[in-house]
């Protein structure tokens, strides 16, 4: 079983930043990719990804806005927002795959509004 230590969610005003992070009970290496998802009603969608060669992919809306790096010594992936938006409130989710296996954290909430 894999489990999952998602911090730094909270209240931010807009403009604001905050950095999420994720640690892994495990090897990072072990997980195809690893990477944050987000729930406001609605979908689940991407926010950013990091595969095990260290490619990134994200969301439309928040490639300009969001990095996401990794520390592999201490298995954590690291979500850094910038110019938070009202509409960028939502559930943050991590999220590891191997192969067709996906496994979720509980979420932290982010919420963005003056």
């Known amino acids: 079983q894999v489990h999952f230590v998602e911090s730094g969610g909270g209240l931010v005003q807009p403009g604001g930043s905050l950095r999420l992070s994720c640690k892994v009970s495990e090897n990072i290496f072990n997980f195809n990719a690893v990477g944050w998802y987000r729930q406001a009603p609605g979908e689940r969608e991407l926010v950013a990804e990091i595969n095990v060669g260290g490619r990134t992919r994200f969301g439309d809306s928040v490639k300009d806005r969001f990095t996401i790096s990794r520390d592999n010594a201490k298995n954590t992936v690291y979500l850094q927002m910038n110019s938070l938006k009202p509409e960028d409130t939502a559930v943050y989710y991590c999220?590891?795959?191997?192969?067709?296996?996906?496994?979720w954290g509980q979420g932290t909430q982010v919420t963005v509004s003056s």
């Open positions: 999220r590891a795959t191997i192969l067709s296996r996906l496994y």
